[in-house]
């Protein structure tokens, strides 16, 4: 993997409005780039819960609180980190619950599938952050 | 997420148009598969064909108005559901628990 | 009006293939709002007018250089406001070319008609800022 | 930008899709419409039904187009002119220029 500066930075508030918008970005993306639409779909939902987790678990809701992705294009692969301010998480010791018919718990599950590489770690300022990996191959 | 409801014999077809996503859309899906289950209607499609995607959260809507819909004796059915949302449903294995349709005269004939 | 904190930021590049990601903002966000989708998309026509000539005014297309977006959404109003990292230039003063058949000069004519204000500045740490103002009547 | 080309009653017609921004569509169109010209093709239907959105170095392409075909005593009309695009026509008055069809028939009878 190449290291490259973000293509596109996005911030919005932690209001659950928002969450159209990364999808909407990335969407648009998937237009333009030799991609599979359905892999960008992938990787989009699993953008999704990680910016609904940002909002909810990591910023508390709080609207003055945003949640920062940067999306990066790169030839064989799309990579999307979302920064939040809460206390983090370690998403490798989670284990999603076992009942079928459970409400909630399943975002984690979700974000594994859909991605190759699911990386946590903190940025320099402190913020939690979370990196989504997914391999794409040109069509 | 915004909610339209028809009735085709007999049976109540909701379309949801928009994005399922939790907040607010929990309490107005809640809100409306209460309301037909108080007014007798037990059979309920449920049409997602207008909706551009789901997240986790979104998902416990509709398994919780699925089980609301079951324990009041009804039945519950998805239609159109598109291959984004398919996927969804796929890891998360919810396919074995929602019947699904791509036709709505097949949803409402399988109520029969 | 309101001065709020900016609901979205969002960078790109300078590069033509990415004009279309303010659109896609402007239009996921038409969807959620009560405005006219006719006034979004003339205010986002305008933004994609301000952001090519960031691009390529601004930015002279060098892709290391981005254009900054800032959008506000307020209650009977939309702000966007447009950074860049050129020399600016007076609006106000540009007259467009007479020749109905002349192939470029009609961006700031297009922005002019398509807002209800438009002022030009400079930030703080001296980038140009172009801000598209349109009133919206709620639905 | 993309272009497919069709041909209907001896007239071609064109169809963009995309966003017609400029860059690299000026050229792709200016070629499209030579070889169209050279291979005595002279009556052109650009379809726009298809374009999301346009911008001004975009409708400068248009006019070049338009343009280029009026030279070698051919015209160039537009299809499916969206509400977007046309609210940019009327602001710089290029509606007085291009005629525009929603009807594709109609279009192509225009030329007779
Ligand atoms: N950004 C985050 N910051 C802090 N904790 C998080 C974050 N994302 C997820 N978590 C934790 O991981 C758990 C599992 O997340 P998830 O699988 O998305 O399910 P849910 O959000 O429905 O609980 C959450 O309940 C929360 O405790
Ligand atoms: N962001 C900018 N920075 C510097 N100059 C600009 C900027 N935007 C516009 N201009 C100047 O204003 C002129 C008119 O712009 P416009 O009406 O969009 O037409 P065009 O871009 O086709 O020349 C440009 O040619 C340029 O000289």
Known sequence: MKSTKSDIILKVPSKLLYLGVPDAVMMEMAGDLPFPVSDMEMLSTAVIEACTNSMEHGNGMNEDNFVEMHFSFLEDLVRVTVLDNGPGFDHESWVPPDDLMAQRGRGVKIMREFTDELIYDFADDGRFRLTLIKKMKPE | ?112
Chains 1, 3 share one sequence.
């Open chain 2, 1 to 112: 997420m915004n909610i339209k409801e028809r009735k085709r014999d007999g049976i109540v077809i909701l379309e949801l148009s928009g994005k399922l996503m939790g907040g607010p859309d929990a309490a107005s899906f809640d809100e409306t598969l209460k309301t037909l289950l108080h007014e007798g209607s037990f059979n309920v499609i449920v049409d997602i064909g207008n909706i551009s995607w789901i997240n986790s959260t979104g998902l416990g809507i509709l398994i919780s108005g699925y089980s609301t819909v079951r324990k009041s004796g009804g039945e519950m059915k998805l239609l159109n559901v598109s291959d984004r949302i398919q996927s969804i449903f796929m890891v998360s294995k919810l396919h074995t628990v929602f019947k699904s349709y791509s036709d709505e005269e097949d949803a409402v004939k399988s109520f029969a």
